[in-house]
């Protein structure tokens, strides 16, 4: 679970299911779901790709090809609350 700003988000692994996409783009994607995740009927990715809520497949942590993209501005965003929360 993360907290930002006051908010609580769950982090979540998803990516498009079987039959939808090529398998070279069914990237196992980040997201923080918040209160207000899925409300128009897409999640947004760490990377910020919007994908449809009914057509994702959520996945156990460390299944699937990670997106790199997903990945690189995980790592930077933790980074960033860790530092803020350590008062670096």
Same mark, same amino acid.
């Given at each position: #679970? ?6 609580? =988000? ?8 079987? %039959?939808?996409?090529?398998?070279? @783009?069914?990237?196992?994607? !980040?997201?923080?779901? %918040?209160?207000? =995740?899925?409300?128009? %009927? ?10 449809? !809520? ?8 460390? #299944?699937? #090809? ?7 501005? %995980? ?7 860790? @530092?803020?929360?350590?008062? =670096?």
């Amino acid at each position: #679970m993360i907290k930002a700003n006051d908010r609580t =988000a769950v982090l979540a692994v998803g990516r498009l299911t079987a %039959g939808l996409t090529g398998e070279s @783009r069914r990237s196992a994607h !980040l997201f923080d779901l %918040g209160e207000d =995740a899925g409300a128009n %009927g897409f999640v947004l990715a760490r990377c910020g790709s919007e994908l449809p !809520l009914p057509d994702i497949e959520w996945l156990k942590l460390g #299944m699937g #090809m990670p997106c790199e993209r997903c990945l690189g501005v %995980g790592v930077a965003t933790d980074q960033a609350l860790l @530092r803020r929360e350590l008062g =670096a």
